[in-house]
């Protein structure tokens, strides 16, 4: 089974600045998800991604495979921003049934 | 597209009643997933489906929950008696999988919030 890492658990930032969260994993996968959910509940997808880099906005996720790490940043961060980011990869192949980080909780103040 | 649906949004009941939660898959997908989530362990798998069919279900906690999906428009979550333990959010989420082994994305619904008293 994989175990999923993230770090840090809680993070505090002003407005304005540059967000790194950080997702380790222990077995070899085909893809990671980032996840957002908010303080409402609901959870959106933000990146899936296999290798390399993606964009979106003001977000940016990137992976290592070799690694076995992915990090997701945030640029010029924003109060809205503000929400736990959760790391999952896919357990027992194609199936794509997911395991999750902890999940990482930003709170960005104006 | 609804995306993924999910009822009630909220649920309040008490210790032995039985609860049905409900899930409306994106159209089109053909792998449904039941996951569970509390403040001590987070997001978990319960269940999944397949073109309707259970493929995994080693993460039902117990005898009292049991799950179906009769279409592939429709899923039940059952909890029967409940307990108070149960008490957490409930999501549903859908895929297309093409069974290449490639993982597809998954796209949630917004849960269903269950509290036993």
């Known amino acids: 089974k994989n175990e999923v890492e993230q770090s840090p658990q809680n993070l505090t930032a002003q407005e304005g600045e540059f967000i790194t969260i950080n997702c380790s994993y222990s077995v070899g996968i085909s893809a990671l998800h980032w996840l957002q959910q908010h303080p409402g509940g609901g959870i959106v997808s933000l990146f899936m991604?296999?290798?390399g880099k993606k964009k979106h906005g003001r977000l940016i996720a990137t992976i290592n495979i070799q690694e076995k790490h992915s990090s997701l940043h945030i640029t010029a961060s924003h109060p809205r921003d503000s929400a736990v980011y959760i790391c999952a990869v896919p357990y027992g192949g194609s199936q794509g049934n997911l395991i999750f980080g902890k999940g990482t909780k930003l709170s960005v103040k104006p | 597209d609804a995306g993924v649906i999910q009822s009630p949004r909220h649920e309040v009941t008490e210790m032995g009643q039985e609860v049905t939660l409900r899930c409306k898959p994106i159209s089109g997908h053909n792998s449904l997933f039941w996951y569970r989530q509390t403040m001590m362990r987070g997001l978990e798998l319960l269940i999944y489906?397949?073109?309707?069919?259970?493929?995994?279900d080693s993460g039902m906690p117990e005898d009292r929950f049991s799950a179906k999906m009769p279409n592939a428009s429709f899923s039940t979550l059952k909890i029967q008696p409940s307990e108070p333990r149960d008490s957490a959010v409930y999501f549903c989420a859908s895929s297309f999988n093409t069974g290449t082994g490639v993982y597809n994305e998954q796209f949630f619904g917004p849960g269903t919030r269950l509290t036993v008293l």
């Open positions: 489906f397949n073109n309707n069919v259970p493929i995994d």
């Open positions: 991604l296999s290798s």
